[in-house]
């Protein structure tokens, strides 16, 4: 709110010789950000939104710890979990004699919902991880709150209207009237395939009426019969696949396709290496846990190419760690005083299902998409090249933000990629034939071939479709959950929100998913949203760029790659137009530039069926 610095920012812009566009950009965001503070008078309003500042970082601090540092879990009875693999029963801390502790993790709750065939035990698991970390509860509902009055005393209408302004939707308006439309195009094919998933539920002899007919299809059903559609009707089973992409193999195996897709050399650096990177003490030293794996990235050769910086892989769950999967930029590029590129360091952050001694870390398929997709944003973070830390990779537009990560999701549906990275965890050692063996007691089974069949992934990636209306209705109902708690029309009716009740009625009434409330506990019987940080760090009024930056990442895939995801040159011009420009330019221009017209979501409306 200094008003002399605003004065010499705009003395400069009146002058920009010698300034480039990087330059101007970051002299506009400036010049642009002191003045909003200013629209606030000095006094008592002033003071006041200095203090909400600064409550509000107080109050993210406290809920993301209470996300890493309360790590909660569920006694349940072994006789409870019948269909769950063995092997991950065997897996799980042994309380009381016959009872288990289950981890309220997302590797373990998706293993639960997907395997578990008694819908009572779903159901309480289900519940359990919708209701944890109950004290973020009042941080979430006082944070909201002070968004609203920050943005009020900026002279904005609400919170989204202030986070949109200089995003690519640029209102709440234009965000509602795309998820309001984009929800009714998908609504009659979503409820063809809510009805398939119905009638599997009413021919199974093993489902028990949870306290109503059995014509409503729960969270807690969605998961499992998902997954018995895939096995039935597309010959895809999950944990059957998962023994083709073991987490260490599969991970460097994406690497190298990055190395061919953009030019690269990726290694990871031996404990000797390691040793030269830091001035004292061990290799070790390096990193924050043993666990994590350090990689050097090259544009080009190794002996030949330009370093460009460190890449920090951190993939299994452990006592307080960020519960997500997420990449976080750890120094981000720039030109530093003397003119040299300052070298990037980012790292990988995954909750993968750790190994064991009887049972190597495994990747579902959804589990790859989610690896691929972080390592996009890894990427985004490596290839970048700003003069201005401020612009560097993934500091874009927040509703850009998730495009390049979205496209690299689409090598995770071709036949070719999937072959090329995949490799039977039976082949990793003779102990772990041993262990295959072990599990698949047949007589004559034989031991699988080295990569995943062409057959197997054919059925793989027509399974794509499977449910799509469904899935994406469910990232539209937190969207207009996100909206409608951001924008309220007043401040009276910003303090009279009932949270958790707008929050399971917009996933009820757009998922078409039921929940608890019908069956007597009402609206407020969850508070999902405390789990996750999306709403409170990151995704605040911006959760439907999920959505809205799919659009840019189909119609970018279909233009570049569809017809050679592996081609070098797409990939090169693909890093130097998008990717190397980070923030330091409009979203809408690079993209604009890039396709050589404006973006569209034809590719996209056609990649979901609509």
């Known amino acids: 709110m200094r008003e002399d610095i605003f004065q010499l920012v705009q003395k400069v812009l009146e002058n920009t010789d010698g ?18 503070g200013l629209q606030i008078l000095p006094g008592e309003s002033r003071q006041r939104f200095k203090h909400i500042s600064q409550r509000l970082l107080q109050l993210r601090s406290s809920f993301m ?15 409870e979990v019948h269909g769950v693999p063995g ?40 519940e359990a991880f919708e209701n944890q970390h109950a004290t973020n509860n009042t941080i979430f509902k006082e944070t909201i709150l002070l968004r609203d009055e920050s943005a009020r005393l900026l002279g904005y209408p609400n919170y989204a209207a202030l986070r949109l302004e200089s995003l690519m939707a640029k209102s709440p308006e234009n965000v509602q009237k795309f998820l309001k439309e984009l929800a009714t195009r998908l609504m009659p094919k979503a409820k063809q395939e809510l ?21 409503r299809l729960f969270h807690w059903d969605f998961p499992f019969y998902n997954e018995q559609l895939l096995k039935q009707k597309y010959i895809v089973d999950s944990e ?37 990177l830091v001035k004292a003490g061990e290799g070790s030293d390096c990193v924050w846990h043993p666990d ?23 993939l299994y769950p452990r006592e307080g760690k960020y519960t997500h999967n997420a990449n976080f930029s750890i120094l981000p590029g720039c030109v530093n005083e003397d003119g040299i590129d300052q070298f990037i360091a980012t790292a990988l952050v995954c909750n993968i299902t750790k190994p064991t001694l009887d049972s190597p870390s495994l990747l579902k398929h959804s589990e790859v998409i989610t690896v691929f997709h972080e390592l996009g944003h890894s990427m985004h973070c490596l290839l970048s090249k700003t003069k201005y830390a401020c612009f560097h990779g993934t500091n874009t537009a927040s509703d850009f933000i998730e495009a390049p990560s979205q496209l690299l999701e689409f090598w995770c549906w071709q036949p070719r990629i999937l072959q090329e990275i995949s490799y039977h965890v039976s082949y990793l050692s003779p102990s772990h034939l041993g262990n295959w063996q072990l599990r698949h007691p047949s007589p004559g089974a034989r031991q699988p071939p080295k990569q995943i069949p062409l057959e197997t992934v054919q059925h793989l990636c027509s399974a794509k479709e499977v449910n799509q209306a469904l899935l994406t209705l469910h990232q539209v109902g937190p969207s207009v959950f996100d909206m409608t708690i951001h924008s309220p029309p007043t401040r ?34 969850g508070h999902g949203y405390t789990k996750t940080q999306h709403f409170m760090w990151g995704q605040d009024a911006n959760y439907y760029s999920y959505l809205y930056s799919k659009v840019f990442a189909t119609d970018i895939f279909h233009y570049a790659f569809y017809n ?4 070098a040159e797409a990939g090169k011009h693909y890093r130097h137009s998008i990717l190397e420009k980070g923030g330091s330019q409009e979203a809408m221009e690079i993209l604009t530039r890039y396709l050589g017209r404006l973006p569209n979501a034809v590719a996209f409306e056609q990649e979901l069926g609509i």
């Open 65 to 79: 710890q209470n996300l890493t540092e309360n790590q909660e879990s569920l006694l349940i009875l072994s006789s």
């Open 564 to 567: 050679d995801p592996l081609s």
């Open 292 to 314: 994590v794996r350090v990689f050097g990235v090259w544009s080009g050769r190794r002996s030949m190419g330009l370093f460009l910086g460190y890449l920090y892989v951190d």
């Open 492 to 525: 009276e009716e910003a303090l009279k929100l009932q949270i958790s009740s707008i929050y399971n009625g917009t996933r009820r009434d757009f998922g078409l998913l039921e929940g608890p409330e019908v069956l007597g506990k009402g609206l407020t019987w």
């Open 195 to 215: 009805e398939v998933l119905l009638t599997m539920k009413r021919n199974d002899t093993n489902a028990e009426v949870d306290g109503s007919e059995p014509d």
């Open 240 to 276: 059957e696949v998962s023994e083709y992409f073991p987490t260490q193999i599969v991970v460097r195996a994406m690497l190298d396709v990055f190395q061919v897709i953009f030019g690269l050399t990726i290694e990871e650096f031996t404990d000797s290496e390691r040793k030269l």
């Open 87 to 126: 092997w991950y029963i065997r897996g799980l801390e042994s309380k009381a004699k016959g009872h288990l502790l289950l981890p309220l993790k997302k590797p373990d709750i998706t293993m639960i919902l997907n395997t578990c065939q008694v819908p009572a035990t779903r159901r309480k698991v289900f």
């Open 19 to 36: 300034l480039d566009s990087e330059d101007q950009m970051w002299l506009e965001k400036r010049r642009d950000g002191i003045q909003k």
